[in-house]
């Protein structure tokens, strides 16, 4: 390759203004130290081209080998990126559907990695009628290539509009956790005969886990994959040290909410919201409590738009173990929520939009905190105290 050189010209307005954004931008994917109220912290980007990522996990790999993470992007496919920065792109065949918030959503890998190389995706399923659901397939990860790829479960009903998948996966042991947005249809939410507005979860053949809740029992006529319902948009979903699991959505303008699930709970949308609808402003719920609806464990009225969930178990940051970590779209923050006896003791926001917004989080084997930014031109950021 050869190259031509030539004299630099004065550059019009917009194209000096364009440089000085990519300057700018230059500048801040270098390293940087931010002060939080524990740690002097250093924030660095391993990778960067990534097209509006949706979600990351880390594949299992022996301590003395490199980590390798796997990364879903919206409309783009597939992304595994190592240690080292480098970006492989892999195919994926599924019936995506690519309006609005579809595309390839959560992702979850097989606890037995190693020996089945299973790997899980949720994605907006494309129906030959132009309707689409959230819907969970399942490949097989060889070789930086995937192979086998199988869908497993649709969640049902399908709705023209392209809103509110919801998408989140997390693995406990064979089943897998799934949420599903209410897709606009607020009050699908309330009615758990189908998917709409609630939390599934389902083993790795999309059946029903044998020991979900016996709805039957409670003379509420529900699908069976249902564990948890009255939900809006669950977009964070984490499984703790002691099996709890632990979820957020955005409300309605305001009123984001953190929960702690229990199966067999109603959590209340939208009957029982801080949200308001936008159009007139008015607060929608006339309570806060009504019984048989759980409240949660925090809200903000204010809304953060969180995105993304992490309980944090790791030896680089000792005085965050068992913090709660997730991400602001709306405002491109790092929220770390200090928990005392199952409850907030105090909100730390980190980050103040200096990396626009934050879509996901993940903890690596290095005890590092990893997030990814949601753009096109996507980053994956690595945390690490500075000293």
Known sequence: MTLKTASTPLLPPMLLMASLLTLSFACAAEP???????????????????????????LPTPAEQDWQLLVSERQDGLK?????????????????????????????????????????????????????????????????????????????????????????????????????????????????????????????????????????EQSIDARPEIISYGHREVLGLAIDDSGQVWSHEAGRDRGDELNLITPGGNYGWPVVTQGTRIASRVTQGAKDNVDGMLTPVFTWVSSIKPSGLLRYNGELFPEWQGNLFLGSIKFGKLIRLDLRDGEVFKQERLLKNRYGPIRDLAQGQDGAIYLLTDSSNGHLLRMTPAN
Not at 32 to 53: F, G, Q, T, W
Not at 145 to 159: G, K, R
Request: charged share 20%; with cysteine; hydrophobic share 35%.
């Open 32 to 58: 940087e130290l931010l002060n939080s109220n524990k740690y002097k912290i250093k924030v660095e980007s391993i990778a960067d081209r990534l097209r509006h990522p949706s979600a990351m996990v880390f």
């Open 80 to 216: 595994l990126i190592s240690q080292s920065g480098n970006i492989t792109p892999m195919a994926i065949s599924l019936p995506v559907s690519q309006r609005g918030d579809g595309g390839l959503l959560g992702l979850a890998v097989s606890p037995d990695f190693k020996q089945d190389r299973q790997i899980f995706v949720s994605y907006s399923h494309q129906h030959e009628d132009g309707t689409a659901s959230t819907a969970v397939a399942r490949g097989l990860l060889n070789d930086n290539q995937l192979s086998a790829m199988e869908t497993i479960f649709i969640s049902q009903p399908s709705y023209r509009g392209s809103r509110q998948f919801g998408g989140r996966l997390a693995i406990e042991g064979n089943c897998l956790w799934l949420s599903v947005g209410d897709r606009g249809d607020e009050a699908s939410a309330q009615q758990p005969n189908n998917h709409s507005g609630s939390i599934l979860r389902i083993d790795v053949n999309g059946a029903p886990c044998a020991d979900n809740p016996n709805w039957a």
